[in-house]
């Protein structure tokens, strides 16, 4: 079956695409409004688009108003963010941060979690997440409807046991991060793997 997102089909876009393009990474992005006020918000528009310089982009929507979510608002005007990633033991919590609340309010404190400082940008990171990108805004790209917020990955910071500290490769048995499917409500984990080396 063929399917013309430009005209028939144009109204199922979002549906087939999140059902398609699967699992996508999570970014749980943390963000500061220019008066100081934390955001953190889960998108799944998200993964990382380059390595020289190491660039991530991600997607944040609008409000069912037609108002810039929080998370692209702090960036325009803070230009910088950082992306914290989901593991199996968080799912629940970034789950619950993805409720719209009033612009302001910290969504970490109602589900019990808490932050620590990040080096060069000024929002910080969720302490409980086993990985984080500190990032400055590269730029922002409108397409449509659509807003591509590009990051530069100035730092990461991995917990202890997740990194191999010879190699600096991450222990990717001991990583087990969650990925988002289906809309709306399907997720999953990533413990099953197999490898296949590549031809040279």
Not at 54 to 77: E, H, S, Y
């Amino acid at each position: 079956m063929e399917l013309d997102l430009e005209g028939e089909h144009a109204h199922r876009s979002y549906a087939l695409l999140v059902s398609l393009v699967t699992p996508r990474p999570i970014a749980w992005v943390t963000s500061l409004s220019p008066e100081g006020h934390l955001n953190a918000a889960p998108f799944s528009f998200f993964n990382a688009l380059g390595a020289n310089p190491p660039i991530i982009g991600f997607c944040p929507g609008d409000r069912d108003d037609g108002q810039p979510k929080d998370t692209a608002r702090n960036i325009r005007a803070t230009h910088d963010f950082v992306v914290n990633l989901v593991d199996e033991e968080l799912a629940e919590a970034m789950n619950e941060t993805s409720a719209s609340v009033p612009y302001g309010q910290n969504e970490l404190e109602a589900v019990g979690l808490t932050t620590a400082p990040s080096s060069i940008v000024k929002a910080p990171r969720i302490a409980e997440v086993p990985a984080s990108l500190e990032c400055t805004e590269w730029g922002t790209l409108q397409i449509g409807e659509n807003r591509l917020i590009i990051g530069v990955v100035k730092r990461i910071h991995v917990r202890e046991e997740l990194i191999d500290r010879e190699t600096l490769r991450i222990r990717d048995d001991r990583f087990r991060v969650i990925g988002r499917m289906a809309s709306p409500h399907w997720y999953c984990r990533t413990r099953d793997r197999f490898e296949m080396v590549r031809p040279k």
